[in-house]
């Protein structure tokens, strides 16, 4: 079965500052692997996603990810932080083809001026 | 990619009553999927919505608490049914097609139930 495991339940970083939340996955085959955002009140909206070719996969709004099949690790990164990045961020994962999207228990995002 | 219509977008509800969320999409899709997010927690899948036979559940959900329907390809609704408290959360509509690498979901519907 798969799973998805957010180690971090919240941090907190200084706007300007770099971030990197991390997520580890647990599927027999290749993963097709997604960060989605959750801002407070807001539906999820879809950072980036995984699915082959260019471990270093860009998103929207700064932020990328690096699929490490060795470390089964698909840690999201952004080099500086904005206010406006606060909110809630959901590590996800699916078979290959498949939308039924198995979730981490997501990491919240708190950023001081 | 897909727009996802979900109504109500929040609501207010009494225990022992039932209610009724509804998924609208633009375009015709194959998969629908609704999750539920409890206060503070993760999206847990509750079904796969099929059009034209019953909804497949997901291990914990059942059919008398969270029949589903889906009339075509556009279009599913979720009732929760004799609501508790227990029941408040984030419910969401997810879609799928062919083609697409990625799901798409639609805005919440959230419930409190008093």
């Known amino acids: 079965a798969q799973s998805v495991t957010q180690p971090d339940i919240h941090i907190t970083v200084s706007e300007g500052a770099s971030l990197e939340l991390r997520c580890n996955y647990s599927y027999g085959a290749t993963p097709y692997l997604f960060w989605y955002v959750q801002s407070p009140g807001q539906g999820l909206q879809l950072l980036l996603k995984?699915?082959?070719?260019?471990?270093l996969v860009q998103g929207i709004k700064g932020f990328e990810a690096e699929f490490k099949r060795s470390q089964s690790s698909f840690n999201l990164r952004k080099p500086s932080v904005h206010w406006s990045d606060a909110a809630e961020y959901f590590c996800a994962t699916s078979g290959a083809g498949s939308y039924q999207l198995t979730f981490g228990k997501g990491t919240k995002l708190s950023v001081i001026p | 990619s897909a727009v996802i219509s979900q109504k109500p977008s929040r609501d207010i509800c009494q225990r022992g009553t039932s209610l009724t969320i509804q998924c609208q999409v633009d375009s015709q899709v194959t998969m629908m999927f609704w999750y539920r997010q409890q206060p503070g927690q993760s999206l847990t899948l509750i079904a796969t919505?099929?059009?034209?036979?019953?909804?497949?559940?997901e291990s914990g959900f059942v059919i008398d608490k969270f029949p589903i329907s889906r009339p075509n390809l556009t279009f599913s609704t979720l009732t929760v049914s004799n609501m508790s408290p227990e029941d408040s959360s984030i419910y969401l509509c997810s879609v799928g097609d062919r083609g697409d690498t990625e799901a798409f979901f639609g805005q919440g519907t959230r419930l409190t139930v008093v």
């Open positions: 919505a099929n059009q034209g036979s019953e909804a497949t559940y």
């Open positions: 995984y699915f082959s070719g260019d471990t």
